[in-house]
């Protein structure tokens, strides 16, 4: 539904995309994965036909969108981050008439309106003036927007961010509805744990290019391999035949593809006394990051971060 080759784009010197090459077929949910500057924006724009790309292909169900916009615009259902609604209209009004621009039928109009504003919990808002609502709640209705007419590509760009877990959970139930339904959906993130609740694969874009693209459990296994911390009191004891590295000072941290086996091998070598805790880390879409790119992925995101990520990271045990 959706083929991206080689697509580049600048702003003057800077280079926002460096050749990114992404496919998503019909029925198939891609979470767009990358630190805020990455260029996930850049990428949804230029398929919206909102930004001009400086080279590369683009198709959309079989049709070029460098070349062919309008057409492509029909296809395409999209949540942007920064859209202007109609500020002097009320919510209901902005709705119907970008469902109308997206070629829904006048006569389905009202009750599209209304199942879409039920199922983003967004009713209450739909006789209020565009203008007038808050950051969150515009975001809310941008979303509303993308979904009015059942898009066969539906991208939404960071959509949830700044959202309450209510309204996250809402857009992501609707997100997977109307990919059962047949759509392809590209979602953009900077929210890596979000994509645990969604049937997704993944591509994770880093400046300017797709550096890893699967299912998150194929990319965990092909780049990541859990980790053994050990926590001492004191300096941590020399640990024969392992690669351990040292960090923070009193913890050791060894990689382990097996880490009961680890710990089992481990544990009665160590002095008596000398072991203060016992963290397995499991290998998330984080580790896979820093496996491919050197850097931890909320330092990339702090560098230009909004607001405070959130991801998880391991699983403790304690064990004192
Ligand atoms: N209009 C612009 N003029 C100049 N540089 C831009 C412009 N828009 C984006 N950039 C730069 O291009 C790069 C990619 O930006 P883009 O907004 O596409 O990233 P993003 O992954 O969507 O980030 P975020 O998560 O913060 O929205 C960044 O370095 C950004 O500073």
């Known amino acids: 539904m959706l083929h991206i080759e080689g697509l580049r784009k600048s702003y003057g010197e800077q280079q926002a995309l460096l050749g990114v090459d992404l496919d998503v077929s019909e029925g198939e949910i891609v979470a767009l994965l990358g630190p805020n500057g990455a260029g996930k924006t850049t990428l949804v724009s230029i398929v919206a036909g909102l930004r001009k790309a400086d080279g590369g292909v683009v198709e959309v169900g079989g049709v070029d969108a460098l070349s062919r916009s309008r057409e492509v615009r029909r296809m395409l259902g999209l949540a942007p981050q920064d859209t202007g609604l109609y500020p002097v209209v009320s919510v209901r009004q902005n709705l119907r008439l970008f469902g109308e621009l997206s070629g829904v039928r006048r006569s389905a109009l009202r009750q599209r309106v209304d199942e879409v504003a039920q199922a983003l919990a967004i009713t209450d808002l739909l006789d209020r003036q565009a203008g007038k609502l808050s950051g969150g709640q515009k975001r809310r209705v941008h979303t509303a927007i993308a979904f009015m007419h059942r898009p066969r590509l539906l991208m939404l760009d960071e959509a949830t961010t700044g959202a309450d877990v209510e309204t996250r959970g809402h857009i992501l139930d609707l997100v997977q509805r109307l990919a059962e339904q047949g759509s392809a959906v590209l979602y953009s993130t900077h929210y890596l744990a979000e994509i645990s609740s969604l049937p997704a694969t993944v591509a994770i874009l880093d400046r300017g290019r797709v550096i890893a693209r699967g299912g998150v459990a194929e990319l ?36 382990a593809p097996d880490p009961a086996a680890l710990l089992v091998a481990v544990l009665p070598t160590l002095p008596p006394g000398s072991l203060a805790g016992v963290e397995i880390v499991r290998p998330d879409l984080e580790s896979v990051y820093l496996a491919l790119t050197g850097r931890r992925y909320q330092e990339a995101d702090a560098a230009g971060a909004r607001e405070p990520a959130d991801e998880g990271g391991g699983a403790g045990v304690s064990a004192s």
């Open 220 to 255: 965990v296994s092909a780049h990541a391999e859990p980790v053994v911390e050990l926590a001492f009191h004191g300096d941590p004891p020399v640990l024969a035949d392992l690669a351990a590295e040292r960090v923070d000072g009193d913890r050791l941290r060894v990689r």
